[in-house]
């Protein structure tokens, strides 16, 4: 999970690109889910769920070309302040 506060001049651009990411993400062998949510009551805060196979799997998606460009190179510096958690899910 990832929280990125998001300044407002900047919202409309971070969501373009957190779009490409989602698709390419998505494509990912290990990739579950990937889903982007925007806070109702703060309009600044977007969300992201990501569900991968493995820890393994979470790892590989952060060494793609797409994560390293999309995310470390240009969303990155468009945030106030971006927050990552890694959890694990409980076998139901």
Not at 1 to 9: G, I, K, L
Not at 20 to 36: C, H, K, T, V, Y
Not at 37 to 51: A, K, M, Y
Request: aromatic share 6%; charged share 35%; net charge negative.
């Amino acid at each position: 999970m990832a929280r990125y506060d998001v300044p407002a001049e900047n919202h409309d651009r971070v969501l373009e690109l957190l779009r490409q990411l989602a698709e390419a993400s998505r494509a990912e062998p290990g990739n579950l889910a990937f889903d982007i949510f925007e806070d109702i009551d703060d309009p600044t805060r977007i969300v992201l769920l990501e569900r991968y196979v493995s820890r393994d799997a979470f790892a590989a998606h952060r060494e793609t070309d797409h994560f390293r460009d999309l995310v470390l190179g240009q969303i990155v510096p468009l945030l106030t302040s971006r927050t990552v958690e890694q959890l694990d899910a409980e076998d139901q």
